[in-house]
């Protein structure tokens, strides 16, 4: 099967199926072609295209019913549809969008414009299917792409790997659902602190568990990571049960009845604040970002650490550089 994402262009008139057929397939996609309702229809349900371009006037179904097919039929009601018309009339845009198109062109058309649409929208859908279900942000494959997709841009960017530590020992203390509390909260702060302080290039992803990555500029990394600490620390006291914070940890009894405790949950942030050009492949910066999450966490609190790109050694503590100390009964990080 084609690696290529599978458009179908359903439209009556001949020269504007060329003309869509010759822009999509030079931008990397695979074409197949209806020249009316019902041919639409039957295309729809053998091929599976990704993506629909329909136009609204055809003989024997118009778009209309066509769109009403396709959202009907469970298999195939989340193909993204754009309507394609003549026509600008406000009320034929309604009655489209009504039916569950995901959007509308007026032809004649600006071809860049068509295919950055085609785009925005089979990028918006498979973000969607691989989303993270608790957080709605992209999962592992999404994350692979957008890394990968930075590394052979040659465009600068910071990469930093966000988890929660102790999360395992919160977890089955406190249960399932205040662990999903406290990742949908950090999931939360990531977007506010991106918006606030980061750039429109920022990328979210959710590894899953506690562990999240995030993709901004170099000159917003600092900043942001010192702001997401910040914004866990301060929230941090209504996840935990007021008792267990005041005392500053939680007690765990094991099934031979020893008791063991463990410190309030904090946050390990790992960073490299100048990844462009220093990897080749995602295997070496997620080597590099291993060793700095091991090394924040040894520490008790909330900590950001980088890596010192000249002269080598231990990775520096850019917020929250307390050191272990060992008499701590905290196994667990």
Not at 37 to 54: D, F, H, I, M, N
Not at 136 to 153: M, V, Y
Request: a negative charge; hydrophobic letters at 40%.
């Amino acid at each position: 099967m084609s690696g290529k994402s599978r458009i179908l262009i359903a439209d009556d008139e001949p020269h504007i199926r060329r003309i869509l057929q010759f822009l999509l397939e030079n931008e990397g996609f695979e074409v197949e072609l209806a020249e009316d309702g019902q041919q639409a229809v039957e295309k729809v349900a053998q091929w599976r295209p990704e993506l629909v371009l329909l136009d609204v006037m055809m003989p024997h179904l118009d778009g209309f019913a066509v769109l009403q097919g396709i959202r009907g039929n469970f298999e195939t009601a989340h193909t993204p549809v754009i309507m394609l018309t003549a026509k600008g009339e406000l009320e034929d845009k309604v009655k489209g969008l009504e039916g569950g198109a995901n959007d509308y062109l007026i032809k004649p058309f600006d071809h860049a414009e068509l295919v950055l649409r085609v785009r925005n929208l089979l990028n918006s859908q498979r973000w969607e299917r691989e989303a993270n279900p608790l957080t709605g942000l992209p999962g592992n494959r999404a994350i692979e792409r957008e890394t990968l997709l930075r590394i052979e841009s040659g465009v600068p960017f910071a990469f930093m790997y966000i988890d929660i530590d102790r999360f395992k020992s919160f977890n089955d203390y406190y249960g399932f659902r205040k662990g999903d509390e406290a990742i949908s909260f950090l999931a939360d702060i990531l977007r506010t602190c991106s918006h606030t302080y980061g750039s429109q290039q920022d990328f979210i992803g959710h590894v899953g568990g506690d562990d999240f990555v995030m993709i901004t500029l170099p000159d917003c990394a600092e900043t942001l990571g010192r702001r997401i600490i910040e914004n866990f620390d301060t929230g941090v006291a209504r996840l935990h049960e007021a008792e267990d914070f005041q005392r500053g940890y939680l007690e765990l009894k094991s099934r031979s009845g020893e008791t063991t405790r463990f410190l309030l949950i904090t946050l390990t942030i790992a960073l490299v604040g100048d990844a462009q050009g220093r990897f080749e492949h995602q295997a070496a910066l997620s080597d590099t970002m291993a060793e700095l999450k091991r090394y924040g966490k040894t520490m008790q609190s909330s900590v950001m650490v980088r890596d010192r790109r000249a002269g080598g050694g231990l990775p520096e503590c850019v917020v929250g550089a307390g050191a272990v100390d060992e008499t701590q009964d905290d196994p667990e990080q």
